[in-house]
């Protein structure tokens, strides 16, 4: 089992839908959870960060952690042609590396 | 000002070549990075460098060597290149060592290498 696991998509829905971003991981130890925005031809850049459990909120963004069930998402409200883009989770434990997810493929159509 | 550069952003070269990447972060950042992405997209961590003090050592071959002349930058040497090899590099940033809530690691746009 990967440490970390995300469905690669892709996602396609119409502008205004709300997306649901998820992923699942395996090591207990982690404590820090990201979530990173990669547009085409670019490196990723850091949407959001939670640590341990709860939910953040930043304008359509809300992410959360639920470390019982060892489940991570990112929610994207009013979802806009602009956020399409591929989504990569990350996480780490302490001082250790981040380990990221393989990514998801989002599109929003206008 | 671009915060994190790489060069160069292209690279096509023939399999046995030896070629580097470059590297340089103007954030005055102390721990330095490189990932490889393959074509899944998949990105994973290969190196890091902490005021010039190699932290994070994964498992890649010996054939890639980070070189850390001074903490603004870290570049990356590979010999004998293989078809394997073929990704996009990207160089990162951040001010620790990711020892902080919400350490941001900030990256470079990527280095895209082809290997014939």
Known sequence: QKEVEQD??????????IVSLNCTYSNSAFQYFMWYRQYSRKGPELLMYTYSSGNKEDG???????KSSKYISLFI??????????????????SEKLVFGKGTKLTVNP | DTAVSQTPKYLVTQMG?????????????????????DSKKFLK?????????LIINETVPNRFSPKSPDKAHLNLHINSLELGDSAVYFCASSQGRTTG????????????LLVL
């Open chain 2, 101 to 112: 809530i919400g350490e941001t690691q900030y990256f470079g746009p990527g280095t895209r």
């Open chain 2, 45 to 53: 961590i290969m190196f890091s460098y902490n005021n010039k003090e």
């Open chain 1, 60 to 66: 359509r963004f809300t992410a959360q952690v639920d």
């Open chain 1, 77 to 94: 409200r009013d979802s806009q042609p602009s956020d399409s883009a591929t989504y990569l989770c990350a996480m780490r434990s302490g």
């Open chain 1, 8 to 17: 690669p998509g892709p996602l396609s829905v119409p502008e205004g839908a």
């Open chain 2, 17 to 37: 070549n030896d070629k580097s990447i470059k590297c340089e972060q103007n954030l005055g950042h102390d721990t330095m990075y490189w990932y490889k992405q």
